[in-house]
């Protein structure tokens, strides 16, 4: 797919982004499904991908245009979906 980068993020049109240089945010990248509101987040470092469902079109908006990613996760997602383990990397 074609992407195009923004702040630092690369995005594409299948609402996924990466974080270069944003280790500190504890979040590497991000994915959205809107057909099936699945908000899917891989994490620093461990690579692990969890999916939290159910998770609102405007929600995930926000969060793309959060400047601060962990934050707004802390904030508006963690704790307040439902989610679950998808991939799990042993990668260091």
């Not at 904030?75 to 990668?91: A, G, N, P």
Request: contains cysteine; hydrophobic residues 30%.
């Amino acid at each position: 797919m074609q992407g195009y980068s923004h702040d630092g993020m690369e995005l594409s049109t299948a609402e996924h982004w990466t974080c270069r240089g944003c280790l500190q945010l504890r979040i590497r990248n991000i994915d959205y499904q809107p057909a099936t509101r699945v908000l899917s987040v891989w994490f620093v470092p461990s690579g692990s991908r969890y999916d939290y469902e159910d998770v609102p079109p405007q929600v995930h908006a926000a969060f793309r245009k959060a400047s601060a990613k962990g934050r707004f996760f802390n904030e508006h997602i963690r704790d307040r979906y439902k989610y679950h383990l998808v991939e799990q990397s042993h990668s260091s």
